[in-house]
């Protein structure tokens, strides 16, 4: 029997910057409404954006890592009145790469971005090495009786001098 291959970590967030400034949105779920409504999932404070100005949907490749699709619109398929500025380019749908640029509108953005975490075959967490048995490890016999004046101590104020007698 084999083992199935892990899959990677992903995270992905969308960085709004709006009225309300700057945020960031952890992005989990399958879907998210975008827009100024407040029933939107990802609400947009502006008053130059569609009520429902476009939806993303997660999709999955086919190595089994996922990113977001993002369409203009809402979930009828209505588009928005200034519809979407993606990397520059009006586009009415785009599948997402980490560093896009998504405009809304007049001072409403989003940069995407998506991080990928491998993972190792086997456990998720690492394992430590064996024990070697001739591993040593030195201790000064004067950090174990708690006797400070034996143990070796470091004066990094060596109280020199220049030639005109000010201290160094």
Known sequence: MTAPIPQPQQEHLLIVE????RRSVPLLAGQYS???DRSCDIHLSSQFVSRHHAILTRQTRGDGTAFYRIADGDAQGRPSVNGLLINGRKISQHNLQHGDE???GP???AIYQA???PTRHGDELPTPP???PFDITLIDPAMMS?????ASHHNYDSGAASEDGEDL
């Open 130 to 132: 064996p024990e070697d």
């Open 146 to 150: 708690g006797d400070t004046e034996g």
């Open 102 to 104: 998504v405009i809304f």
């Open 107 to 109: 001072q409403v953005s």
């Open 18 to 21: 709006d009225a309300r400034g």
């Open 34 to 36: 975008i827009g100024r």
């Open 115 to 117: 991080r990928i975490f």
